[in-house]
């Protein structure tokens, strides 16, 4: 289900508690995302209407990109994430890739391996994610893409395209 105005509070709000702030964009640099037209949030709720976790990606002509999924926490590790991914991943039709964070921390280490039980792989480019709030730093990631390796033929103009779509930074 794709996010409306409306239910954007709540999925905010999971975003916050999800992410740290140099992850993600202020609420009204996130909200304005909803208008741009390669950017989706889709989100997924139970029967009674609660929210259960979301999926914001970009499309571009040549890959998509997954720049956040989160799960409520208090129901995280019960498939929710799996599903919404592998989900996202069948109706993709082109290669998807990501960002996290370098394996050096449990948590760090524990996502990777999920994405990789998912089908996705490590690319260890030099790479660091520009700052989405004024007065941040670069942000040291790697890249994970699927359904295979990346070449540097193919890093470079998907980094390129990240940049200036995503981040609107300049290279």
């Excluded at 999925?11 to 993600?24: K, R, S, W």
């Excluded at 741009?36 to 990109?65: M, V």
């Excluded at 039709?93 to 394996?103: C, K, Q």
Aim: glycine share 6%.
């Amino acid at each position: 289900m794709k996010v409306t105005e409306e239910s954007f509070e709540e999925v905010f709000e999971l975003m916050e508690a999800a992410f740290p702030d140099t992850e993600i964009r202020t609420y009204e640099g996130q909200r304005a995302l909803l208008a741009h037209p390669n950017y989706r949030l889709d989100i997924e709720r139970d029967d009674q209407g609660q929210l259960l976790g979301f999926l914001a990606s970009w499309n571009f002509s040549t890959f998509r990109f997954v720049e956040h999924i989160a799960v409520n926490g208090a129901i995280r590790g019960g498939g929710i994430g799996k599903r919404m991914l592998t989900a996202y991943m069948s109706s993709a039709g082109t290669p998807i890739v990501l960002e996290v964070e370098p394996p050096t921390t449990s948590d760090a280490t524990r996502r990777i391996e999920f994405y990789k039980r998912c089908g996705f792989h490590l690319n260890l480019f030099p790479y660091a994610q520009p700052p989405l709030r004024e007065g941040q730093p670069k942000l040291p990631l790697n890249i994970m893409s699927y359904p295979n390796p990346m070449t540097d033929n193919e890093f470079n103009p998907c980094k390129r395209i990240l940049f200036t779509e995503v981040y609107r930074q300049l290279l």
